[in-house]
DNA sequence: CAACAACAATTTTTT
DNA sequence: ATTGTTGTTG
């Protein structure tokens, strides 16, 4: 021992287990960690003890985590125990440190250092592309589904010819040949995708020795977290940087395995376990995070499964409250029956708004509560849903900077060419395409030499550019060419204030639609762009746009903000808590989905299972999961669109003394869900229309009733015959009544 | 070539 | 309900 005073106190107030961990620092280690175990807290006290009592170099230690947020959150707390030395750490996801990884040494493989990395849209739209080419119908065969089978090849190492050899099937050999396609596209592009990121990096290891060695030499101590979520790739790259020192530890949890989808192998634990002959097992099943009821019900949640770790959780902590479930008529009803507990979670138990988070299996599902939070006034922020990164206005930009720092880029090229509209049409475009492709250019070069006045490759295709838009290229490329040595001048904050002045973008922005919420996202681009600033000028061009391809929603997401409600999917709520949570749409075909109840396929419902599981033991004192009876889908409730059939199957193992049934009880407990007079204009403007007909009432619109009186409207449906309406209405004092349009006799009262 | 209308497809989950 | 795609018109 070097220090025995910092090996006092890194151990203190850890339990046996957890010290274990802490200590086993040489050779292979497996951390079985359940929720609210302190993983975090092991892990981090195991890099200090490392530093402090090991004497070992921060340099030489690497953790890879799962996001980069989990990442951030890990450099904040090994920051607070070992100070400044703890920046020496390699801290981040698989996908940063390969990206690190090619960025220096992807020339040995060819790769462009200047590299772009395209995300799912743009795999996609190549995928499109090649099946265009090949003149196959991308309504017949799905791009997503392409993509998919591409990128699961590519998990599983298979290279376009290896894969060729494990075609079974007619569709086999489509995904083949648009794989082949698909290869080349992105080196034409001097792109890589995110698999690429993980297979290249693994490929330039096995090629070359003294590379690979580098990486040894430097990392003599590797953790991974979420080790249960890692792909083939990842664990071969493990392994490779592990080496022979193999002072590895890896921490997960086989029950809260939930990214199979995205080829995740949850093998990868057994194999761990199987390739290392004296691998050590630590279990750390006490939760400290949640109640006793919570942490019951999520074990009942989650013993059905077949396959499922052994590790037994258990807590000390006090049993706390009952898990409030809640059924109601529909999603508005249920959303407002949260907000309704919401007030009452803020007002009478001294919880914030940033304690609370509401739960769900899609992202769709957050409109419902978002609606209520805004009538009932309820601060709240939506994590992922439409994700800022994907929208239409920071892509175009993010196109423009990347055309600028790499010219090869010809799909972000084709994207802006007439972004703003410049007179450059579809016509144009693809007579330019086809050239290029015909005579394997790069877009650029092609429109480069089409507008250049000697050009010896003049279009000399019959239907010829016409002068008008060759004039409009020639602007338009000038004006690149100006970006780009400004690029190569000033910092990227400067050069985007540039481009943005250039193109007019402020002008075209407010032309359209909702042009506030937009160019909000343009000001909060430029102020995610001020991060580099003080980078040398290509610089901070190349590191940003990497961290913009690398990064989340999740990431943004931070303590500093305003204090507001969190909705978020139960997979992004992985590694999150919360004092409150809500799961709502706990229905079957919803939890679990209607995709893995349909596939027939046993390990598809465990996941789902895994994902319930996952949701509850985010709540520490208070976990709420609610229903709607009926839900609409795509805007309306035709009879036989309801996707729902009941509450989950999911609900029903959890032991009833744990759980307390509320039918509308929120409502029906005099909680006035009346809504301030003045948001009451936000839901006028909505459509009437109901399956076809015309709906009398609208949710929202205050109604006066001959016997109950003064009410609201939560909810109004077409019935199944459709000739009437059903209005549900929440009466003061009166509780929630249902009545029939035709004989009810609401009068609206604004 | 752009602006507009009509239409279809969409919803698992994301580094 | 909302988004993107396709076709028609000015």
Not at 269 to 291: M, P, Q
Not at 323 to 333: L, P, R
Not at 351 to 377: C, H, K, W
Request: glycine letters at 6%; aromatic letters at 8%; proline letters at 3%.
């Amino acid at each position: 021992m070097l220090n025995s005073k910092a090996n006092e106190n890194l151990l203190e107030g850890l339990n046996e287990e957890q010290r274990i961990a802490v200590q086993s620092v040489q050779g292979p280690l497996l951390i079985m960690a359940g929720p609210g175990s302190g993983k975090t807290r092991v892990i981090t006290h195991r890099i200090a003890y490392l530093v402090q009592v090991m004497g070992v170099s921060p340099a030489s230690i690497m953790a890879v985590t799962f996001t980069n947020k989990a990442a951030k959150e890990m450099q904040e707390r090994v920051n607070q125990l070992l100070g400044s030395q703890a920046s020496n750490i390699t801290l981040g996801t698989f996908h940063n440190f390969g990206a690190r990884v090619l960025r220096q040494y992807g020339d040995i493989l060819g790769i462009d250092k200047q590299f772009v990395i395209y995300d799912d849209d743009e795999q996609k739209s190549i995928v499109k592309q090649s099946l265009e080419e090949f003149s196959l119908d991308p309504k017949q065969y799905s791009p997503s589904a392409i993509n998919n089978a591409i990128s699961a090849a590519k998990n599983k190492m298979l290279r376009p010819n290896e894969h060729a050899a494990h075609a079974k099937s007619y569709f086999d050999e489509i995904v083949n040949r648009v794989y082949v396609r698909y290869e080349k596209a992105l080196l034409d592009n001097h792109a890589l995708d995110f698999d690429d990121l993980l297979l290249k990096t693994v490929l330039l290891f096995q090629s070359d020795q003294n590379v690979l060695e580098k990486y040894q030499n430097r990392y003599k101590f590797l953790m991974v977290d979420e080790w249960q979520d890692t792909n083939k790739v990842q664990y071969l790259m493990t392994r490779m940087v592990a080496g022979d020192s193999n002072n590895l530890c890896v921490v997960g949890d086989p029950n809260q395995s939930i990214y199979s989808w995205r080829h995740a192998d949850i093998t990868n634990i057994l194999d761990f376990e199987n390739d290392n002959e004296k691998v050590k097992t630590v279990n750390l099943g006490r939760n400290y995070r949640s109640t006793g009821s919570i942490v019951s019900a999520a074990q009942s949640v989650i013993a059905p499964n077949a396959n499922k770790s052994d590790l037994q959780l258990w807590t000390d902590n006090p049993q706390g409250n009952q898990i409030g479930v809640s059924y109601n008529y529909n999603e508005q009803e249920e959303a407002l029956s949260v907000a309704a507990e919401i007030e009452t979670l803020v007002n009478q138990e001294n919880l914030r708004y940033g304690d609370i988070a509401i739960m769900y299996r899609t992202n769709a599902q957050s409109r419902a509560p978002e609606e209520a939070f805004v009538r009932s006034g309820i601060p709240y922020r939506i994590i992922g849903g439409l994700r800022f990164w994907e929208r239409k206005e920071v892509k175009d930009l993010l196109s423009y900077l990347r055309v600028i720092h790499n010219p090869f880029d010809s799909l972000s090229l084709s994207r802006i060419i007439n972004v703003p509209a410049r007179g450059i049409g579809q016509k144009t475009l693809s007579l330019l395409n086809g050239w290029a492709q015909l005579n394997d250019l790069s877009l650029y070069k092609t429109v480069t030499d089409t507008i250049g006045e000697h050009s010896q490759h003049q279009i000399s295709n019959p239907n010829e550019i016409n002068t008008r838009s060759k004039k409009q290229l020639e602007l338009f490329m000038s004006m690149l060419g100006r970006l780009t040595t400004i690029a190569s001048e000033s910092d990227v904050l400067q050069l985007f204030d540039q481009l943005i002045e250039s193109i007019q973008y402020k002008k075209y922005i407010e032309e359209q639609d909702r042009s506030d919420d937009r160019w909000d996202n343009i000001l909060e681009l430029r102020s995610a762009i001020s991060d580099y600033q003080d980078f040398a000028p290509e610089v901070g061009l190349s590191a940003f746009l990497e961290s913009a391809a690398l990064s989340t929603d999740l990431d943004q997401m931070d303590d500093s903000g305003p204090d507001a409600v969190t909705l978020i999917t139960l997979h992004q709520a992985k590694g999150l808590e919360f004092p409150a949570v809500f799961m709502i749409g706990m229905e079957e075909g919803l939890l679990p989905h209607r995709r893995s109840i349909d596939s027939g396929d046993a390990a598809e419902i465990e996941e789902e299972r895994r994902l319930c599981y996952v949701g509850m033991t985010r709540a520490q004192e208070r976990l709420y999961m609610t229903i709607a009876t009926n839900r609409s889908m795509y805007g309306n409730y035709n009879p036989g669109m309801s996707q729902t059939v009941g509450p989950s199957r999911f609900l029903k193992d959890i032991p009833s003394d744990l759980i307390s049934i509320e039918g509308k009880s929120s409502l029906k407990k005099g909680i006035d869900i009346s809504l301030p007079e003045s948001s009451n204009n936000i839901l006028t403007n909505q459509s009437r229309k109901r399956g076809g007909k015309t709906s009398p009432y609208n949710t929202g619109d205050h109604v006066k009733h001959k016997i109950f009186g003064a009410g609201v409207v939560v909810g109004c449906l077409i019935t199944p015959l459709g000739n009437d309406f059903e209005v549900t209405v929440a009466f003061k004092g009166q509780g929630v009544k249902r009545l029939l349009a035709s004989i009810s006799n609401l009068e609206i009262s604004d």
